[in-house]
């Protein structure tokens, strides 16, 4: 079954009132659920999410077994949220959690991300480390929320071993979802700017697409008998000054141009100045800047920068189609499913499911859970507060369905908070005997 064939069906059931069957988690859920339900109130408008990173882990090396995801929330109080999932693991070990500053291909996601970059040393404080045990099963949950907003060089979070030196074992990037991207700032003066330089304003842009990168600056205020340079910067312009320049290879430590981005900046008669370049490279999210040096003999100063904000973050969508299960097979079923999570920047979870093929006129039983699918059939259901282990609709995710005369079933239902990554995979089970038939695993 193609995602194409399934959707002409997908809106045939929604609304339908569902009751739910027994299942085989060991719970006995209620009797009836609500149709297409929204749990709660709206979340609080002063917490708001101003962008959501995700990824998945897969092992380096020999640690080939290790699956799971990673989120990363900045919020707009200030904080950054990190939490993860993972299996595969050993049981019952306590793992180093770091986030780094490049993607896990390249330099193995090199050092740790610092709050303070000024700072050289190691200190738990100045970086983002969650902590995390496993259980019995080889998987670990974990989140933390620090007071800071995580920059775009927070690339990437590593899962290292402790049993053999800290040995970098896994890794998830931290991406937004699609190819393209802009973020634009406005240009200023440093603060210790000269009076020469003190009049530089204008504004930069950085659009990113499949096809490559392009920048754009406009300047004014410039000196006509001046020259100046230009270059993306790894770092925002009130950190370290911008700090270094971006690498398009930044295991190459020395200051090379076709390693870099460097727009040309030539003032005309009254000081103004535009400049584009585009590259065939995708710049990462640690482009952070752009500053314009004025250039004197061997002296460079950075005279004027414009930090480049994001705007354009989307909600991020795991999908994924049945698989069925053993007990399925053996009744000959030929249930096709198809399911999305979306996670979504004001807070919400929003689930959806659409199946083929159902026997008709039956209620089927569905629920996110909280195990991939190759981790005891995805396990327990996700439960929204992980202290309340009674099955109940308001703290999980439900999404049965009553399966039409022609089989066909659908359902969507949102809950207010943001779905932590060990919401994984939905379970769809018999609507008779609550045996498990199918597991969509979410990617």
Same mark, same amino acid.
């Given at each position: 079954?193609?995602?194409?064939?399934?959707?002409?069906?997908?809106?045939?059931?929604?609304?339908?009132?569902?009751?739910?069957?027994?299942?085989?988690?060991?719970?006995?859920?209620?009797?009836?659920?609500?149709?297409?339900?929204?749990?709660?109130?709206?979340?609080?408008?002063?917490?708001?999410?101003?962008?959501?990173?995700?990824?998945?882990?897969?092992?380096?090396?020999?640690?080939?077994?290790?699956?799971?995801?990673?989120?990363?929330?900045?919020?707009?109080?200030?904080?950054?949220?990190?939490?993860?999932?993972?299996?595969?693991?050993?049981?019952?070990?306590?793992?180093?959690?770091?986030?780094?500053?490049?993607?896990?291909?390249?330099?193995?996601?090199?050092?740790? =991300? %610092? /709050? $303070?970059?000024?700072?050289? +040393?190691?200190? !738990? @404080? &100045? #970086?983002?480390? *969650?902590?995390?045990?496993?259980?019995?099963?080889?998987?670990?949950?974990?989140?933390?929320?620090?007071?800071?907003?995580?920059?775009?060089?927070?690339?990437?979070?590593?899962?290292?071993?402790?049993?053999?030196?800290?040995?970098?074992?896994?890794?998830?990037?931290?991406?937004?979802?699609?190819?393209?991207?802009?973020?634009?700032?406005?240009?200023?003066?440093?603060?210790?700017?000269?009076?020469?330089?003190?009049?530089?304003?204008?504004?930069?842009?950085?659009?990113?697409?499949?096809?490559?990168?392009?920048?754009?600056?406009?300047?004014?205020?410039?000196?006509?008998?001046?020259?100046?340079?230009?270059?993306?910067?790894?770092?925002?312009?009130?950190?370290?000054?911008?700090?270094?320049? =971006? %690498? /398009? $290879?930044?295991?190459?430590? +020395?200051?090379? !141009? @076709? &390693? #870099?981005?460097? *727009?040309?900046?030539?003032?005309?008669?009254?000081?103004?100045?535009?400049?584009?370049?585009?590259?065939?490279?995708?710049?990462?999210?640690?482009?952070?800047?752009?500053?314009?040096?004025?250039?004197?003999?061997?002296?460079?100063?950075?005279?004027?920068?414009?930090?480049?904000?994001?705007?354009?973050?989307?909600?991020?969508?795991?999908?994924?189609?049945?698989?069925?299960?053993?007990?399925?097979?053996?009744?000959?079923?030929?249930?096709?499913?198809?399911?999305?999570?979306?996670?979504?920047?004001?807070?919400?979870?929003?689930?959806?499911?659409?199946?083929?093929?159902?026997?008709?006129?039956?209620?089927?039983?569905?629920?996110?859970?909280?195990?991939?699918?190759?981790?005891?059939?995805?396990?327990?259901?996700?439960?929204?507060?992980?202290?309340?282990? !009674?099955?109940?609709?308001?703290?999980?995710?439900?999404?049965?369905?009553?399966?039409?005369?022609?089989?066909?079933?659908?359902?969507?239902?949102?809950?207010?908070?943001?779905?932590?990554?060990?919401?994984?995979?939905?379970?769809?089970?018999?609507?008779?005997?609550?045996?498990?038939?199918?597991?969509?695993?979410?990617?």
């Amino acid at each position: 079954m193609t995602r194409t064939a399934l959707r002409p069906c997908l809106g045939l059931a929604l609304g339908a009132v569902c009751a739910l069957a027994a299942c085989d988690d060991g719970d006995t859920p209620p009797a009836e659920a609500p149709a297409g339900y929204t749990i709660g109130p709206p979340p609080l408008a002063d917490r708001p999410l101003d962008s959501l990173l995700v990824g998945e882990f897969a092992g380096y090396g020999d640690y080939d077994g290790i699956g799971g995801r990673a989120q990363l929330m900045r919020h707009r109080d200030g904080t950054t949220t990190v939490q993860l999932y993972a299996d595969g693991l050993a049981p019952m070990v306590a793992y180093g959690v770091h986030v780094h500053v490049f993607p896990c291909d390249i330099a193995q996601a090199g050092g740790h =991300y %610092k /709050i $303070d970059p000024a700072i050289p +040393d190691v200190i !738990a @404080e &100045n #970086e983002i480390w *969650p902590t995390m045990t496993t259980n019995d099963r080889g998987v670990g949950t974990t989140s933390l929320t620090v007071a800071h907003v995580a920059r775009g060089n927070a690339q990437s979070v590593v899962i290292h071993d402790p049993m053999a030196d800290n040995t970098k074992m896994a890794c998830a990037d931290l991406r937004a979802p699609g190819p393209a991207w802009t973020a634009a700032g406005i240009l200023a003066p440093f603060a210790a700017a000269t009076e020469a330089d003190g009049s530089i304003a204008g504004d930069a842009r950085l659009s990113v697409d499949e096809q490559g990168t392009r920048i754009e600056l406009t300047v004014s205020g410039l000196r006509p008998d001046e020259s100046y340079s230009a270059h993306l910067h790894a770092l925002p312009c009130h950190v370290g000054d911008g700090g270094g320049h =971006y %690498k /398009i $290879d930044p295991t190459v430590p +020395d200051t090379v !141009a @076709e &390693n #870099e981005l460097w *727009p040309v900046v030539m003032p005309d008669a009254a000081g103004a100045a535009s400049a584009t370049l585009s590259s065939p490279h995708r710049v990462r999210a640690s482009g952070q800047s752009i500053v314009i040096h004025r250039k004197r003999g061997d002296a460079s100063p950075k005279v004027a920068c414009a930090t480049l904000v994001r705007r354009d973050y989307d909600d991020v969508e795991t999908s994924g189609l049945g698989v069925l299960l053993p007990e399925a097979i053996a009744q000959g079923s030929r249930l096709n499913v198809e399911a999305r999570l979306v996670r979504r920047l004001d807070g919400t979870t929003e689930g959806f499911i659409g199946v083929q093929n159902a026997r008709p006129g039956k209620l089927y039983p569905v629920h996110l859970h909280a195990y991939s699918c190759a981790v005891e059939v995805a396990g327990g259901h996700y439960k929204i507060d992980p202290s309340v282990q !009674a099955p109940t609709p308001d703290n999980e995710l439900w999404l049965d369905f009553e399966a039409n005369a022609n089989g066909f079933g659908a359902r969507s239902a949102t809950i207010p908070v943001l779905a932590r990554p060990e919401a994984t995979a939905y379970v769809v089970h018999d609507p008779d005997d609550g045996s498990r038939l199918a597991c969509v695993e979410l990617r």
